[in-house]
């Protein structure tokens, strides 16, 4: 059982009115600031751990209908997968081109959409067949991408999110995303959960919790430990990957070549200062 007061002893990185998160460091905003914290700490159980593809160098990770699908990313081994969630089989792989690095992916309008980090395109297949149906372009990088009602919603790493029209891709609106007053950089992997959006913040292990009407972050899921930094390949190798079942109302998260996939249960609307916390057993 790790305590929640061990896993935070590290703080974060200030730095001018910005928080970053460390490795391996706690999931809460910086002491520095001196005032208690005020973003609830959501206690979680690991349900199950499946295999994944320790190769698989996440970047995006969907659930649909009882299958997986994932992006991952690295220049010649990028891909998009579908993924028997259960044994981590790969059904169907669709390989990108060497020079394109993956990155977030979501369902949207029936159709799978995959970022690349910097070649300004969004590749849209067919669910199933990963037959590539077309693109939209936008400007910048691209990170992590979510689908909240009918419109799509992607990080590029810095502390803003934006709202994007899925047909066309322009830019609806956007949101600055802060803990408390101070801006949260390194926005990643994205994923709708109960009216929140979750984001992988980069590098770590840490998930924000974010309102998406304010910006605002309201609590964390913190999974340090969930796979020893001692295990992974190297610092890369962080936590990046969300998924969600509605209807059984778990979350699966995974990691950049981690070799395993974490069935989680969440409790939103708790507030624990300690988690719940049994690989050991498993
Ligand atoms: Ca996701």
């Known amino acids: 059982m790790l305590t929640f007061s061990a896993v935070v002893l590290g703080t974060l990185i200030w730095m001018e009115n910005i928080v ?87 369902v949207v309008k029936g159709r799978l959409m995959q970022l690349t980090w910097q070649a300004e395109k969004a590749l849209i297949y067919r669910p199933n067949s990963l037959q590539p149906t077309g693109k939209l372009r936008y400007h910048g990088e691209g990170w992590g991408l979510t689908t909240v009602g009918d ?64 910006g605002q972050v309201t609590g964390w899921l913190d999974l340090n430990g969930l796979y020893p930094a001692a295990s992974r390949r190297d610092d890369a190798d962080v936590l990046n990957g969300i998924a969600y079942d509605p209807e059984n109302d778990y979350l699966y998260v995974t990691g950049k070549r981690w070799p395993y996939l974490y069935q989680l249960a969440v409790d939103w609307k708790a507030n624990h200062q300690k988690k719940i916390f049994k690989s050991d057993s498993m």
């Open 20 to 106: 970053s998160l460390s490795p391996a460091r706690g999931c809460e905003a910086p002491k520095v600031i001196s005032q208690p914290s005020q973003e609830s700490i959501h206690p979680y159980q690991v349900v199950k751990r499946y295999p994944h593809d320790k190769q698989a160098f996440t970047q995006g990770l969907v659930f649909k209908e009882g299958d997986l699908y994932e992006s991952t990313g690295l220049y010649g081994h990028s891909s998009l997968r579908k993924v028997e969630l259960g044994t981590g089989r790969v059904l169907a792989l669709r390989r990108l081109d060497p020079q394109v690095f993956g990155e977030g992916l979501t």
């Open 151 to 214: 419109q799509l919603v992607m990080s590029n790493g810095t502390n803003v999110l934006v709202w994007r029209n899925p047909d066309t891709f322009v830019i609806e609106k956007s949101r600055r995303i802060r803990v408390r007053e101070h801006p949260l950089q390194g926005l990643n992997e994205l994923e709708y959960v109960k009216s929140k959006i979750l984001a992988n913040v980069w590098p770590g292990d840490c998930i924000a919790e974010i309102d998406p009407q304010s």
